[in-house]
């Protein structure tokens, strides 16, 4: 706070110093009305050095929130955002984007750290900011957009608030779906990501089969449409899920392809602790399924879990 405070009055007085420089400058060269340029300029000059100099430290909360470091980023954030307000205020065709980026890296730090009322209040300003910029060019800003609404609706689903959180991801997903047709390894991800928590809000509402259909497409994309040979951490829980809500339906020859090839996947994927604790809580929920699963047909089960897996089924189903 002392830190923020004196940044604050630096800023201030190199204002006050500048302002009355320059206008001191106007004066003496070309009269009283260049003064007031002078002392208008004097004003301004210091704030928008500071803005520039500011952005420097913008790429190290969001290169701290990849690290899981989100209180370092939430104190970085902080300290910079009065100043970043003033120039989005006086120069918004300049500064509007970098405060929509602050509000997005604010909020997703706040929801890891389940402030999740402070994490929504951010995200709807940074979501606000963002429609207003993608009305006028989006294609410059539906990645923004999308990411933004992405963000919310795991924050609303957080909140307990599950048929928020798929009215915001709908949106994301349509804007994912564009956006794939022009860089598919880009977006074909995020794409199965947003369908993955859409198909888990939608079974909370009870809404099984919409469920199932979002859960399918999300596996589809991630085994069948993106390149290389390692599939992305959120795949794992995309089956798992696809294959739990395949139990659901009875589906259990399918059930086990899915739950085998999830958590396979999720056992042999090496992850960063909060990755690790979102890893544990897919195969918990899977678990139920799974034995369900098994004591359906244990012959059918074994030979499936074979063939996608290569081992025998965990010893812990058959006790």
């Not at 190199?14 to 070309?30: E, I, K, R, S, T």
């Not at 009283?32 to 340029?37: D, V």
């Not at 977006?187 to 199932?212: C, F, H, I, N, Q």
């Not at 599939?231 to 392809?257: F, I, S, V, W």
């Amino acid at each position: 706070m002392h830190d923020r405070l004196m940044t604050r009055r630096n800023v201030i007085l190199a204002d006050l110093v500048c302002a009355a420089g320059l206008g001191a400058v106007g004066w003496m060269q070309f009269g009283p009305l260049w003064a007031l340029g002078g002392v208008g300029a004097g004003l301004l000059a210091p704030t928008l050095a500071y803005a520039t100099y500011a952005g420097f430290f913008m790429p190290q909360p969001v290169a701290l929130v990849a690290r899981g470091r989100h209180d370092e980023a939430l104190r970085i954030l902080r300290r910079h955002e009065r100043e970043l307000r003033q120039m989005a205020a006086a120069l918004p065709s300049q500064f509007r984007d970098h405060l929509a980026v602050h509000l997005a890296v604010r909020a997703y730090a706040l929801h890891k750290l389940h402030h999740d009322d402070e994490a929504l209040r951010s995200s709807d300003e940074c979501v606000a900011i963002y429609q207003a910029l993608a009305a006028d060019r989006p294609a410059r800003y539906a990645p923004e957009l999308s990411g933004a609404l992405g963000t919310r609706s795991c924050v609303l689903a957080a909140l307990d608030r599950p048929a928020d959180a798929i009215a915001a991801i709908e949106p994301a997903i349509r804007m994912y779906r564009n956006l794939a047709i022009g860089q598919p390894e880009k977006y074909l991800p995020r794409l199965a990501e947003a369908l993955t928590d859409l198909a888990e809000w939608l079974a909370d509402v009870g809404k099984s089969p919409e469920a199932l259909t979002a859960a399918h497409e999300a596996t589809g994309i991630y085994w069948h449409k993106l390149p290389g040979p390692e599939l992305p951490a959120p795949a794992a829980r995309a089956a798992l899920l696809e294959g739990r809500l395949l139990c659901q339906q009875a589906d259990y020859h399918q059930a086990a392809k899915m739950l085998a090839r999830g958590w396979s996947l999720a056992q042999s994927q090496q992850k960063e602790e909060e990755q690790q604790k979102e890893k544990e809580d897919a195969l918990a929920a899977a678990a139920m399924a799974l034995n369900t699963v098994y004591h359906a047909d244990p012959g059918d089960f074994a030979t499936v879990w074979c063939a996608e897996t290569g081992f025998e089924p965990p010893g812990w189903l058959k006790s």
